[in-house]
């Protein structure tokens, strides 16, 4: 336990959470100068509340023009999806929102335990599934909410050296300089995977958008929580399968490594999804749309993922971070081609693209 909890009181006495009193405070991580601390209190109708905030003792003098970006980004994520709790209640509620501190719900740890990791996978794609529907056709109030959140409407300073369309398009361009001849067809295919991802239709949502571990879950009373909504945004709802799938880069500081994290792959997941989203919407996605659509999806993200990392010797250069990465190249390639045959060995799309990934001389990666 750290000795803040004179600080704390004021800080959430600041907020308007009346009737509060901190007993202790147990800091629980701090990163890119947002702590998250469980707070243990007394007068309230919960024993401990969970605060996002900045550093306690800046926080009390500091102007809100240097709150972290981040912290600023969840927060109106946070009250968005109090707009939808009514269809989407798989998240901490929140209790409190000011400049430089987030107060929501503690949900405490674990309560349940998976027979197998596929019935853990179904829960996700069902919370999924909850926050695609809930949120379809509320783009315009996110965006209205961002801007009184003094937010801009792009995501300006938020992903860092997650920008996929950048990713995506290095990603591309290594791809066709591995082509023996250029083929007028793959750069059909890759500009209508741009297309699907820019024009999503029936599949835009508001999305996690980075859920790759079960750390980022919290399951009580057999419902799947999510955790961490930093870097949410309306997109593609299928994107969250992908990041899944082919996963995002991590870096961890510690042991000096960079690598690709990602959940395993469920055989069967991805009709799931299609099934639960259709009834959740009460929509008809037909073969050709969900073909177009997942094939097109996942085709972005095995190719951005591959993009990102042949990003990161630059972005090590330009941050000065001391890191390495964990695997060769051609590992991260050849996983990512084998997943591509795992989910997409019968899409009719994006033939051309699908069999030249299958057949891709991985030694020659680099």
């Not at 959430?12 to 707070?39: D, M, P, W, Y």
């Not at 995977?193 to 790759?212: R, S």
């Not at 690598?259 to 259709?278: D, E, L």
């Amino acid at each position: 336990m750290i000795k803040t909890n004179d600080v704390v009181q004021q800080i959430i006495r600041r907020t308007g959470l009346q009737g509060v009193v901190v007993t202790a405070v147990e800091q629980l991580k701090t990163k890119q100068g947002v702590g998250v601390s469980r707070v243990f209190v007394d007068g309230y109708s919960r024993q401990s509340i969970i605060v996002k905030h900045m550093d306690w003792q800046r926080l009390l003098h500091q102007p809100t023009d240097e709150i972290p970006i981040q912290l600023q980004y969840e927060s109106c994520h946070y009250q968005f999806l109090q707009h939808i709790r009514t269809d989407f209640y798989n998240a901490p509620q929140l209790l409190c929102a000011a400049p430089g501190v987030l107060i929501i719900e503690d949900l405490g740890e674990d309560d349940y335990v998976f027979a197998v990791e596929a019935q853990a996978h179904k829960m996700l794609l069902n919370s999924f599934v909850q926050l695609h529907a809930a949120s379809y056709g509320k783009k315009r109030q996110y965006q209205q909410l961002k801007v009184r959140s003094g937010l801009p409407k792009d995501n300006t300073g938020k992903l860092a050296i997650s920008d996929r369309s950048l990713h995506f398009k290095v990603g591309s361009d290594w791809l066709l300089k591995h082509l023996s001849a250029p083929s007028e067809q793959i750069t059909k295919e890759l500009n209508e995977i741009q297309q699907v991802i820019n024009q999503p239709d029936m599949f835009e949502a508001f999305l996690h958008h980075d859920f790759v571990s079960r750390r980022q879950s919290v399951v009580k009373d057999k419902i799947f929580y999510l955790l961490d909504f930093e870097q949410c945004e309306y997109g593609h709802c299928l994107q969250e399968m992908a990041i899944v799938y082919f996963g995002k880069i991590e870096y961890n500081l510690k042991k000096g490594l960079y690598f690709r994290k990602c959940s395993h792959f469920i055989a069967g997941s991805p009709q799931y999804y299609r099934q639960q989203y259709s009834q959740a919407r009460q929509l008809t996605i037909t073969d050709e749309q969900w073909q177009r659509h997942f094939g097109g999806v996942m085709l972005y993200h095995a190719l951005s993922v591959l993009g990102n990392l042949l990003l990161m010797p630059d972005f090590i250069r330009r941050s000065g971070l001391n890191i390495k990465p964990q695997y060769a190249f051609d590992k991260d390639v050849a996983d990512v081609v084998k997943l591509v045959g795992q989910l997409l060995s019968q899409n009719n799309d994006y033939p051309q693209l699908v069999d030249f990934l299958l057949s891709f001389p991985v030694g020659k990666a680099a």
